[in-house]
C-alpha cells in the first residue's frame, strides 16, 4: 500500500567515539625534555530525541535511516583540548514509542513537544599523558584512547495521542461522526475499509474547550493476529484515554459485536482493559423509535450506552457530554509499554517492510574498542 502515513520505522544510531588523548612531550630550544603536554580527547557526539509538534508521522526518518553522530577530535600538544563530537537530534512526533531492534526491549517514549531524551551517549576522550606522570614515571609516553562509539539499531513506532479513540467494524461510521463533530474530514463511503490510515480532528465543545478525536481503520474479528487492516493501527488507540466504540444500529447482535470489539483490544494489549469506554450505538435515523425501545435493553450493561445518529445529528451535543465526562474523570492516563515479544519481531519486520538485516561495526572501530580493554591490562584509570 503505497501511503506518506509512516508509523513504523527502523533505524541505526551510532554516537560519536570519542578523541584520542595525546602523548606528545614538549620540547623548545632550551628545555628539550620539557614533560609531557598532550591535551585530551574531546568527547564524542549525543543522539537525542526531541518531541515536535509540527511532525504527524515518521515519514522523514524512512529517508535518513542512519543517524550517526560526530567523533570526538584528538588531544594534541601543548595540552590542547580535543574538539567535542557534533550531537545529532532526531525530530520525532509527539506519541513516538522507541524499541531496540534486535531485543524487542521497550526503551522510550517522547510524548511532549520539546522533549529531549538522550538514546545514545557519545564515548568521552581519552586522557592527554600529562594525567599520567608520577614520580617515578615523569614522562610517560602513553595516553588514553577515547572511549568507542555506540551503536543501537531501533525501532520507532507512533501511536497516537488522541483523547478519544473510535473503535468499530468496518463501516459503521467512524469517519462520518468524525466528520460531523471535528476539524478532519476523513472519507465516508459505503463500503467496508474506507478509511485505510488514521487521522485526528480536534472537537470544539462548549466555553473554548476541545479535544482530540483519533479516526483508525476498522477492526475485524482476528484484527489482533493480523487479518484486515488489523495490527497495523490498533497501536493508534493504545494512547487514547476514552475509547469510544460504535456498531450501527441495524446490527443483529449489538452485545455480540460488543464483545468481539473488545476480544480483540484485549488480545492485543490486555491494559486496553483498563481505559473508559463508551458505546455509541450509531445510525438510529434508520430506525424506528419503537424498534430502539426494543434494542435498549439488551445493550451491554458494562459501559454507559447512547443511541446517535451522525446524518441528523440525534443525540450529538449529548454523546459529546458523555465524552467530556469521561475524560475529565481520567486524569491518569498510565499505559505501561510491553517489550516486542522476539520470537514475532522479524515477521513484524517484515509485515511493516523494513529490512531485518543489522549492521555491525566495521572492523578497525572494533580493534579501537579492544584498545579500551588494553587499558585495564597497563592498570592504568579508565576515562572520567
Ligand atoms: N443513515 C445513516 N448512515 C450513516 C450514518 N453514519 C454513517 N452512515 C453511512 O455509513 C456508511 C459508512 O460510513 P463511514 O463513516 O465511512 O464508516 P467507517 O466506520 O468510517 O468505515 P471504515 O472507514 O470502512 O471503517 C456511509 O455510507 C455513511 O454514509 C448515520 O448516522 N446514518
Ligand atoms: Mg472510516
Redesign the pocket.
Known amino acids: 500500500m503505497e501511503t506518506n502515513f509512516i508509523d513504523y520505522v527502523k533505524i541505526v544510531c551510532r554516537s560519536g567515539k570519542g578523541g584520542r588523548g595525546s602523548a606528545h612531550m614538549h620540547r623548545a630550544k632550551y628545555n628539550p625534555n620539557g614533560g609531557p603536554d598532550g591535551g585530551d580527547g574531546g568527547r564524542g557526539g549525543n543522539i537525542y530525541l526531541r518531541g515536535n509538534r509540527n511532525y504527524w508521522t515518521l515519514l522523514h526518518l524512512r529517508y535518513d535511516r542512519h543517524i550517526f553522530a560526530g567523533h570526538g577530535g584528538n588531544g594534541s600538544k601543548n595540552g590542547s583540548h580535543g574538539s567535542d563530537g557534533e550531537d545529532r537530534y532526531i525530530d520525532v512526533p509527539c506519541g513516538t514509542v522507541v524499541y531496540n531492534a534486535d531485543t524487542g526491549r521497550y526503551i522510550c517514549d517522547v510524548t511532549t513537544d520539546g522533549q529531549l531524551v538522550m538514546l545514545l551517549k557519545g564515548g568521552r576522550g581519552g586522557l592527554g599523558n600529562r594525567h599520567f606522570a608520577t614520580a617515578t614515571n615523569q614522562a610517560p609516553r602513553y595516553a588514553q584512547p577515547g572511549e568507542p562509539m555506540q551503536e543501537l539499531t531501533v525501532i520507532m513506532e507512533l501511536k497516537m495521542l488522541a483523547d478519544v479513540g473510535l473503535v ?10 468524525v ?1 460531523a463533530i471535528s476539524s478532519a474530514h ?10 485505510l490510515e488514521p487521522s485526528v480532528g480536534v472537537v470544539s465543545y462548549r466555553d473554548n474547550r476541545s479535544f482530540v478525536m483519533a ?1 483508525i ?2 477492526i475485524i474479528e482476528g484484527a489482533s493476529e493480523g487479518k484486515g487492516l488489523g495490527l497495523r493501527f490498533l497501536r493508534h488507540i493504545e494512547r487514547n484515554s476514552v475509547l469510544l466504540f ?1 456498531i450501527p444500529a441495524d446490527t443483529d447482535d449489538i452485545r455480540h459485536d460488543y464483545e468481539v470489539l473488545l476480544h480483540e483490544l484485549a488480545t492485543y494489549n490486555p491494559e486496553m482493559l483498563a481505559k473508559r469506554r463508551l458505546l455509541a450505538v ?5 430506525i424506528d423509535d419503537e424498534l430502539m425501545q426494543m434494542i435498549a435493553p439488551t445493550l451491554p450493561d458494562d459501559l454507559p450506552t447512547i443511541f ?5 445529528g440525534f443525540n450529538i451535543t449529548e454523546l459529546k457530554d458523555m465524552l467530556w465526562q469521561a475524560l475529565d474523570a481520567d486524569s491518569d492516563d498510565t499505559l505501561v509499554h510491553r517489550d516486542k515479544p522476539i520470537t514475532t519481531l522479524h515477521d513484524e519486520l517484515e509485515a511493516e517492510g523494513e529490512d531485518l538485516d543489522i549492521i555491525y561495526l566495521d572492523d578497525d572501530e572494533i580493534e579501537e574498542a579492544e584498545d579500551l580493554e588494553d587499558l585495564e591490562d597497563l592498570g592504568l584509570p579508565r576515562p572520567t
Do not use: C, E
Not at 186 to 195: L, S
Not at 308 to 312: G, N, Q
Open positions: 468499530g467494524f468496518p463501516n459503521a461510521g467512524k469517519s462520518t461522526l466528520n476523513p472519507k465516508i463511503a459505503g463500503y467496508p475499509f474506507t478509511t479516526d481503520p476498522g460504535m450509531t445510525k438510529t435515523d434508520i446517535i445518529s451522525a446524518v441528523t
